[in-house]
């Protein structure tokens, strides 16, 4: 059973920047893809940005590409989400996700952080 915890949220001016972490434990950190996703008052739950096990590869949304960054340090057991050039709309809790190698879909979950970006 792996436990997620989230960090880094708050409040924001447009156009700054934070950086969300999640650390990882109870599992083999290396073992799992690794994902953000958040989901904004009213609206349905979106997926932001993910990562290899390996960290060799990230994928992101079209909404943040550019924008946003996804790291692992899998020493740390932590995976990280650079948020940068912050526009309101991405207002919302962002959660942290792990899937393991043999699951289709991610399978756990963290509690969230909430981010505020004011205008």
């Known amino acids: 059973q792996v436990q997620l915890v989230e960090s880094g949220g708050g409040l924001v001016q447009a156009g700054g920047s934070l950086r969300l972490s999640c650390a990882a434990s109870?599992?083999?950190?290396?073992?799992?893809?690794m994902g953000w996703f958040r989901q904004a008052p009213g609206k349905e739950r979106e997926f932001v940005a993910s990562i290899t096990w390996s960290g060799r590869t990230t994928y992101a949304a079209d909404s943040v590409k550019g924008r946003f960054t996804i790291s692992r340090d899998n020493a740390k057991n932590t995976v990280y989400l650079q948020m940068n050039s912050l526009k309101p709309e991405d207002t919302a809790v962002y959660y942290c996700?792990?899937?393991?190698?043999?699951?289709?879909?991610?399978?756990?979950w963290g509690q969230g952080t909430q981010v505020t970006v004011s205008s």
């Open positions: 109870g599992g083999t950190f290396s073992n799992y893809r």
């Open positions: 996700a792990a899937r393991s190698i043999d699951m289709s879909d991610y399978n756990y």
